[in-house]
């Protein structure tokens, strides 16, 4: 079962979330999305099931996958730049 919550924005979690995942990037009227996440999921694997879904559903997107945890301030400036530079590419 899908969760949601909803903060600043809207977090989807839980079993059958990344189901919903094309349908919130389309209601809200993105043509992109900027997928931020480690290194460890997408070589295991995990972020592919959210690339398949957006490439199903005719979605661009990008990957930064600079997360560490208890990240310094360079990482997150480095992962703002990239979201800057990704918004760009198509």
């Known amino acids: 079962m899908a969760n949601r919550m909803i903060l600043n924005e809207t977090a989807w979690f839980g079993r059958g979330a990344v189901g919903a995942l094309t349908d919130e990037v389309k209601r809200r009227g993105y043509q992109k999305a900027l997928i931020v996440t480690d290194k460890t999921l997408v070589q295991c694997g995990v ?40 918004a760009r590419i198509t």
């Open 47 to 86: 972020v592919a099931k959210v690339t398949d879904k957006m490439d199903a559903a005719r979605l661009a997107w990008a990957i930064y996958d600079g997360v560490v945890p208890n990240p310094t301030i360079t990482v997150v400036k480095e992962g703002s730049v990239y979201s800057r530079i990704a």
